[in-house]
């Protein structure tokens, strides 16, 4: 598919919406979820209705057609992401169950996955409240200690004591890959490097990531990621963690129930191999399903072509918001390491009034408060910001529009 935004947006019905008082929608808030193509929704509707069964459980026709699409699912994910194997892919509802999946691990595990008094956790100032809480849980009912990188002023990481933060008590580093305040994408291969001198291991939240720009789990060199299906134009309850296929064999399982066994006696189990050790209960079918067609969706459109679009998008951004009086971008003012989201402030006007109004006149959606980040925007001294986030459908237009409706917003407050 060539790369041409008007021909994509067809592709999503809710774009061509209008809300009440005749406001074409513009959608500025797909880090928080995106929209869903037509072939997402096509594909769910067709498995519900002709297809559906139990997985992994049924021998007649339709527990076989449900296993093979759930599976094949599987092997789409483990390609898009470059996984040496199919089975080092495991389905979770969400990134937010993955980072928590490895961090019971760790509570649980063997001598590598089992932390305790002396021995720390490295996570960073900038991270969404998932790959904090589980972290803090983690430390407070082991003994463990967290710590953190610090953020710049222009919102990066800053890694000046790399060495000191992380040393021979590190357990693992988990930061995000990019930002969902800042857009800042974080290189990964100096932390790597140092996690992998003092013998720690390194996780990434891949959830601003792998929907806007090519990631390849073998070329990162880490040991997980967790990513979420509905902010690549599948559904929500889906979601991954990826992980070395090694270090999934001696974990200990999450969630027990059926599925995820090898047998049963009364006084003790043994466990199925990964990645359905990891997937207790019946799965989130349609919606991995769901998940397996956004993936050819977005392999059709190309990472490479969505990446570049998103770079333009957010470059035009920056520059078109330096006309907005008194407006404070939070994160870096370049497009380099950079993704397609942008928060900012107006002084004087709380980000939830600005909120308001851009929805209000302009149909204009935008994210406003701290998106789960809160310490970053402590970092920053704000309570909330203002976020922008672009897809491959949007469009400079829809820029000009978000820079028209934001002088408003000042003139209302003026």
């Known amino acids: 598919?060539?790369?041409?935004?008007?021909?994509?947006?067809?592709?999503?019905?809710?774009?061509?919406?209008?809300?009440?008082?005749?406001?074409?929608?513009?959608?500025?808030?797909?880090?928080?979820?995106?929209?869903?193509?037509?072939?997402?929704?096509?594909?769910?509707r067709d498995h519900l209705t002709w297809h559906y069964s139990n997985v992994g459980r049924a021998l007649h026709a339709l527990g076989s057609e449900s296993t093979e699409a759930y599976e094949a699912a599987r092997d789409k994910v483990a390609a898009f992401i470059g996984a040496p194997s199919r089975d080092?892919?495991?389905?979770?509802?969400?990134?937010s169950e993955g980072l928590n999946l490895v961090a019971y691990a760790f509570q649980n595990g063997t001598d590598r996955f089992?932390?305790?008094?002396?021995?720390?956790i490295v996570i960073s100032e900038m991270e969404h409240h998932s790959n904090i809480v589980p972290w803090q849980l983690l430390a407070e009912r082991t003994g463990a200690t967290l710590r953190w990188f610090p953020v710049t002023?222009?919102?990066?990481?800053?890694?000046?004591?790399?060495?000191?933060?992380?040393?021979?008590?590190?357990?693992?580093?988990?930061?995000?890959?990019?930002?969902?305040?800042?857009?800042?994408?974080?290189?990964?291969?100096?932390i790597l490097a140092r996690a992998r001198s003092v013998g720690a291991l390194m996780m990434l939240d891949a959830s601003q990531s792998v929907p806007h720009q090519p990631v390849d789990v073998t070329e990162l060199g880490v040991d997980f990621i967790a990513f979420t299906g509905?902010?690549?134009?599948?559904?929500?309850?889906?979601?991954?963690?990826?992980?070395?296929?090694?270090?999934?064999?001696?974990?200990?399982p999450f969630l027990g129930g059926g599925e995820m066994i090898e047998a049963v006696w009364m006084d003790h189990s043994t466990y199925a191999p990964v990645p359905h050790k990891f997937e207790a209960?019946?799965?989130p079918i349609v919606e991995a399903i769901g998940l397996g067609a956004a993936v050819d969706y977005l392999?059709?459109?190309g990472m490479d072509a969505i990446k570049a679009h998103e770079k333009e998008l957010i470059q035009y951004a920056l520059d078109a918001l330096t006309e907005v009086p008194t407006l404070r971008v939070i994160g870096p003012r370049t497009a380099i390491s950079r993704g397609g989201t942008v928060s900012f402030t107006l002084d004087g006007i709380h980000p939830h009034d600005v909120g308001q109004i851009l929805d209000d006149v302009f149909g204009i959606a935008v994210r406003v408060g701290h998106h789960c980040a809160r310490p970053l925007h402590l970092r920053f001294g704000i309570p909330a910001t203002t976020r922008a986030s672009l897809y491959l459908y949007n469009t400079t237009a829809e820029i000009d529009a978000l820079?028209?409706?934001?002088?408003?917003?000042?003139?209302v407050f003026g």
């Open 1 to 44: 598919m060539t790369f041409d935004v008007d021909l994509i947006r067809k592709d999503f019905p809710v774009l061509g919406r209008e809300l009440p008082g005749d406001r074409p929608l513009i959608y500025l808030d797909s880090g928080n979820s995106s929209q869903k193509p037509t072939q997402v929704i096509e594909t769910m």
């Open 88 to 95: 080092e892919v495991i389905f979770t509802k969400n990134a």
């Open 114 to 120: 089992r932390v305790g008094p002396g021995d720390e």
């Open 153 to 190: 002023d222009e919102g990066r990481l800053d890694l000046t004591d790399l060495d000191e933060l992380v040393n021979e008590r590190t357990k693992i580093v988990s930061v995000a890959h990019q930002s969902n305040v800042l857009g800042t994408v974080n290189s990964v291969s100096p």
């Open 230 to 252: 509905h902010k690549m134009l599948g559904p929500s309850g889906i979601g991954v963690l990826w992980g070395r296929r090694e270090l999934l064999d001696e974990m200990p």
């Open 281 to 283: 209960g019946t799965p």
């Open 299 to 301: 392999n059709a459109v």
């Open 403 to 411: 820079v028209r409706g934001l002088h408003h917003v000042q003139k």
